[in-house]
């Protein structure tokens, strides 16, 4: 049974920062993609990143690229993702989420939540102005 477990959320000013934790369990998680993505008051749901556990390729929405990083430690089986300037728009529900089928080489296929098959509860980020 795959667990994801996020935390690291909470209130910052705009142009601060976060760091978001995703703790997987009940797998070896070598052989997933592991993605961000967030949903905002009233608006969909939306991609934000995501990496391949084994060779630590990642593919970044335009949004989050230069601001945002994400990385994964092996040894704690846990994804991180690394939030600076952060935005009022950025304020929303982070979601992490896993897929065992990190074999496609179009990264933008792992930009559509129906790409995934295990989700975490989500860890909320505001962002004040």
């Known amino acids: 049974q795959v667990q994801l477990v996020e935390s690291g959320g909470g209130l910052v000013q705009a142009g601060g920062s976060l760091r978001l934790s995703c703790a997987a369990s009940?797998?070896?998680?070598?052989?997933?993609?592991m993605g961000w993505f967030r949903q905002g008051l009233g608006k969909e749901r939306e991609f934000v990143v995501v990496?391949?556990?084994?060779?630590?390729?990642?593919y970044y929405s335009d949004s989050a690229k230069g601001r945002f990083t994400i990385s994964r430690d092996n040894a704690k089986n846990t994804v991180y993702l690394q939030m600076n300037s952060l935005k009022p728009e950025d304020t929303a529900i982070y979601y992490c989420?896993?897929?065992?089928?990190?074999?496609?080489?179009?990264?933008?296929?792992?930009?559509?939540?129906?790409?995934?098959?295990?989700w975490g509860q989500g860890t909320q980020v505001t962002v004040s102005s």
């Open positions: 009940g797998r070896t998680f070598r052989s997933y993609a």
């Open positions: 990496i391949r556990w084994s060779s630590g390729v990642t």
């Open positions: 989420a896993a897929t065992n089928r990190a074999y496609y080489t179009d990264s933008y296929y792992y930009t559509a939540s129906t790409a995934y098959d295990y």
